[in-house]
């Protein structure tokens, strides 16, 4: 057996299909490609049409299988119809990546029900609302892979974490239920926790000179992370060499988290 024909047998994602929410920018686009290149045909689910449609020129012209669907995630009607569509592009979905997430942190006293009905509507109730809909399926063939991306303020609290940190925490918390429930049927549930990255989710820190820099000191290898970092664990964690890893939050924080 050759090298490649072993590294293909444990990572390629060759006739697997993937929706990945977020994937116009950042740490989910990072994650797109990387699931694209690998071999998977992916759908990629986000609001901005001139990003989304960027994104898969992007990834067309590497010789790709790619495509958009325009979505609103922050409601429920909204997800169910992107969830429909993507599944129409490709067929139903074999892996699903939640990576569309929005980041409003007034200060606690000042944090309102429309702030927190927005926050746990796109980072908790579409992922949820999007397992509910390709989990069952995914366990009825027998293969699948649920990928949330969720944030070090799932685990503590820092720069005004508000009902940010309560959604990620709960979206762990998803994946080891989503875990249990199909699991047995070969679909396993994971996390993927960044450090501080610089992405655009991240503009109100990355404008601050001095915070990044003590952020990147937090951290054992001496930088932020980068969108890129996220595409080696994304594509172990959708392929066949991660089947005995569920129900897990992996850090992909150059060890800020331990640190």
């Known amino acids: 057996m050759t090298s490649q024909t072993y590294l293909s047998e444990l990572f390629s994602l060759d006739d697997r299909t993937a929706v990945v929410t977020g994937g116009s920018s950042g740490i989910g686009k990072a994650i797109a490609g990387a699931l694209a290149r690998a071999g ?6 986000a609001r901005k049409e001139a990003e989304l449609a960027a994104t898969v020129d992007e990834l067309t012209a590497d010789g790709c299988r790619a495509a958009w669907v325009s979505a609103d995630l922050s409601t429920r009607g909204g997800v169910r119809a992107a969830a429909e569509q993507a599944a129409g592009v490709f067929g139903e979905p074999d892996i699903l990546v939640n990576s569309a997430g929005i980041n409003l942190r007034p200060p606690m006293s000042e944090l309102g029900d429309e702030v927190w009905d927005t926050t746990m509507a796109v980072n908790l109730e579409a992922p949820h609302l999007l397992g509910q809909r390709f989990g069952p399926g995914m366990a009825e063939r027998g293969f699948g892979r649920i990928i949330h991306i969720t944030s070090q303020q799932a ?19 998803l994946a080891r239920s989503q875990a249990e429930a199909w699991s047995p049927h070969g679909v ?66 150059g060890g800020f988290s331990v640190h």
């Open 40 to 45: 998977a045909s992916v759908v990629i689910v």
């Open 188 to 253: 396993t549930c994971n996390t993927l926790v960044p450090g501080f990255v610089m992405t655009p989710l991240n503009a109100r820190l990355s404008s601050d000179p001095d915070k990044v820099a003590a952020l990147a000191a937090r951290t054992m290898v001496g930088r932020n992370g980068l969108a890129e970092d996220f595409a080696g664990a994304a594509v172990f964690l959708a392929g066949r060499a991660s089947a005995y890893v569920t129900g897990q939050a992996i850090f992909v924080d």
């Open 155 to 173: 685990h503590r609290a820092f720069v005004q974490s508000g009902a940010y940190g309560v959604s990620k925490g709960a979206l762990e918390a």
